[in-house]
């Protein structure tokens, strides 16, 4: 995320120590019961006073046993090397560490949590946290408030991978999403920007197929209503969304 895109920091206290520091780039810690652990780690080092203390307002963060990034952009591993040296977490991710397909569990006496990899949508690198007492989620930027989240061009294979990666996420059927970015939600957003993503293709396909030029098209895919409140979705990810639909459809390399 760019800097101009900063806003206040809120924590969010999802269950007895378990709290989510929410801004344009989250991050949370979670008291497990005889450790902790951590989930992300921002993209800027002077925030590292800033979140000691409010984790210290929830335990002690020499508690905290591992990080865990849901993938290595550097908007979500800045504060890593601060865990290590404060806490000696060790730091778990898709480049440290092998994840087998079916997840990592971490035990705790009070929690337990699974992370999942999930790699080729966002990054080669993504994974997913799963929290089931909570029924909490972090999906990384696999959910991204409107955006597609491919790091390279959208075409069948890569529209398949966002599909299975999204129906394994709402299966879980999460009460709290806890995205890499942006406000928290619940499986609600996660069907409902499915349901956006197919019907953008199919309308776009459509629009094509009887000769619209892009502009016809551009003017005409408004972004949905119940979706316009939906974080900086009306502002730039609707056309964002849109745009990579079209240059797939155009080029023929979107069937679904
Ligand atoms: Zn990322």
Redesign the pocket.
Known sequence: MSPELTETAKIITVADGFCVRQAVDNMAWIDMGDYAIVVDALEGQELEADVFDAIASTFDPKRISYVLN??T?S??TALNPAFGRRCGAEIVNLHTHHIPRDGRWFEGTQRRAVMLPMGGV??GHDCIVWVPSDKALFT??LFGWGLIPL?GPLRDDAARRVLDAYALMIEFDPHVVIP?HGPLCSSGELKRWVEYFNHLCHQVRDAVLSGKTDAQIIEQTAPPQDMAHWWRFVQWKHEDSLNKVLEAVRCGALSI
Request: net charge negative; proline share 0%.
């Open positions: 849901t993938h952009h908007d979500h966002h990054s990384g930027d790091a890499g």
